[in-house]
């Protein structure tokens, strides 16, 4: 038991790449089921929508707190699509997320960690935007029926 | 269980519960009264490296999150966990890493697959500059297939 998401994964490509999927925006985007609409700038926000399926259109935002290259980008992103990043509350509004990659042989080793789940305001759930797979609506349904 | 406590179950705050698992001295409690029906304060505090003032502040604090409860026995006071409240927090990770491993999974095709024929090194950062010569060309294409064919020509 803990209170973060924690996962290491050993990448079969070289770190310049892997930094390159998660730091080009564009590239970011493709893989996390995202449009954004501009780059990546530590301590600014950028905007875009959801492309999933489920949720196709959604707006999202997220704010670049730390972009080492080729070692570390992190951000924060809000617990649900209501939350506005005007939000005057924001801090506990948030959720970060770690990524860090360190070179391994001819591949990347890449730890993610996402914390800050203890500042939740209240207990709504995740936010739609971390997309979707079958299943997700019912495991809503129970985690709802549990909560609530 | 009280029907206090069955009440105040609906009203559960996963941030409070979250809160108190973030302490190793506290995980550590949880974890040993997980697998024990009750203890008491003087059981808790034998292999812990605190206080066991300290112990009982920490008991306080998972009591307020409801992740354990106590009762009296005699003249000591029984600490059990409230394992549906666990399981709570336990289910709401899971959703979340869930969610991760899905979109790590897509990041592993993303790799999979070239983004551009030129070196990837040659463009490390793209962060401040038009990058539309990387983007995919159709998000929506089965990366997998792609993947899979891109490498076998590239075999050949």
Not at chain 1, 63 to 86: A, H, K
Not at chain 2, 41 to 62: F, N, P, Y
């Amino acid at each position: 038991m803990t209170n973060s998401i924690e996962r290491t994964l050993d990448l079969n490509a070289p770190i310049e790449r892997v930094w390159q999927a998660l730091a080009d925006y564009k590239e970011f985007g493709t893989w996390f089921q995202l449009r954004l609409h501009g780059p990546f700038q530590a301590g600014k926000v950028t905007t875009g929508e959801v492309t999933s399926s489920c949720h196709h259109g959604l707006p999202f935002w997220m704010r670049p707190e730390t972009i080492e290259q080729p070692n570390r980008f992190s951000f924060v992103w809000p617990m649900d699509e209501t939350i506005s990043p005007d939000d005057p509350d924001l801090q506990s509004k948030v959720t970060l997320v770690e990524f860090t990659l360190t070179a391994k042989g001819p591949g990347t080793r890449m730890t993610l960690r996402e914390s800050g789940f203890d500042k939740l305001p209240d207990n709504k759930g995740i936010n739609v935007f971390r997309n979707n797979e079958g299943g997700w609506n019912a495991q809503m349904e129970n985690i709802k029926s549990h909560v609530e | 269980m009280s029907n206090n406590l069955a009440r105040s179950v609906e009203t559960t705050d996963l941030a409070m519960t979250f809160a108190a698992l973030g302490d190793k001295r506290r995980l550590a409690l949880v974890e040993r009264l997980y697998s024990a029906d009750a203890l008491s304060v003087s059981v808790l505090c034998e292999g812990m490296d605190v206080s066991r003032q300290a112990i009982s502040k920490h008991l306080k604090t998972l009591t307020d999150a409801r992740l354990i409860s106590s009762e009296r026995s005699g003249r000591e006071t029984l600490y059990s966990l409230e394992k549906k409240k666990l399981e709570e927090a336990n289910a709401f990770l899971m959703l979340v890493g869930e969610k991760w491993d899905d979109a790590l999974g897509r990041l592993q095709v993303h790799l999979a697959t070239p983004a551009t024929d030129q070196p990837a090194t040659s463009h490390p950062v793209a962060i401040n500059s038009e990058t539309g010569k990387l983007a995919q060309s159709n998000p929506a294409a089965n990366h997998t297939d792609f993947t899979t064919s891109k490498k076998q020509n590239r075999e050949k």
